[in-house]
């Protein structure tokens, strides 16, 4: 079953501006992850928060976690062109080891 | 090479062939994983191996399908007599898994696009 659900499905903003994704997820975890894909291909990690972390940055990327609410939000601030990707979250739920991942957000930035 | 690295990047094959896909891991993650992703859609988990441990072959959708890492190093996914299903991105990653640690960061290669026809 899908442990990790991205809205808005799609995105699409000026460049400059803030984009906001959302992550929910079922079970109780360990760990969140967020990845970055262009072009239908590889995935790139871009951030992993622990389930007692309520907040990480990392550049220009800020993530926040509620575990009560089992959901995270990926937020890229003053956004770019190179931004245009689709993103991930990633998820442990009950697993040892497996990620289970979302269906994700793909973010068009409009130059 | 520094990254996770697969081939062939793209293959073509027809129904009913037989079609193998190769994966080569970060030197010295004990952790691979295969997934399958259709297009616009998410990641479908197809097998994991972890180090000398019984490999966790729950996603694998048919039996048609099959993974083997050998020396615990590089890996082969085989899909025998191909179906226009089958069409896909697969991706391969690998991660080092911590001590402590369920989950660590995953490295995944770009993937071989497979088209049947």
């Known amino acids: 079953s899908q442990q990790g659900e991205e809205d808005p499905q799609a995105l699409s903003i000026q460049e400059g501006e803030n984009a906001t994704m959302n992550c929910s997820y079922k079970?109780?975890?360990?760990?969140l992850q967020w990845y970055r894909q262009n072009s239908g291909r590889g995935l790139v990690h871009l951030i992993l928060?622990?389930?007692n972390e309520r907040e990480k940055h990392s550049g220009r990327l800020r993530v926040t976690l509620d575990t009560s609410k089992k959901s995270s939000s990926l937020l890229i601030t003053a956004s770019r062109a190179a931004d245009t990707a689709s993103y991930f979250c990633?998820?442990?739920?009950?697993?040892?080891?497996?990620?289970?991942w979302g269906a994700g957000t793909k973010l068009i930035i409009k130059p | 090479g520094a990254g996770v690295s697969q081939s062939p990047s793209n293959k073509v094959t027809e129904k009913g062939k037989d079609v193998e896909l190769r994966c080569d891991p970060i030197s010295g993650h004990t952790a691979l994983y295969w997934y399958r992703q259709s297009l616009g859609q998410g990641l479908e988990f197809l097998i994991y191996?972890?180090?000398?441990?019984?490999?966790?072959k729950s996603g694998l959708p048919s039996d048609r399908f099959s993974a083997e890492r050998t020396g615990g190093s590089v890996s082969t996914l085989t899909i025998q007599r191909t179906q226009q299903e089958d069409s896909a991105v697969y991706l391969c990653a690998s991660s080092k898994p911590k001590p402590g640690q369920k989950n660590t960061e995953a490295f995944f290669g770009q993937g071989t696009r497979l088209t049947v026809v």
């Open positions: 928060i622990r389930s």
């Open positions: 191996f972890q180090g000398n441990s019984a490999p966790d």
């Open positions: 079970t109780s975890i360990n760990n």
């Open positions: 990633a998820t442990d739920g009950d697993s040892n080891y497996q990620l289970i």
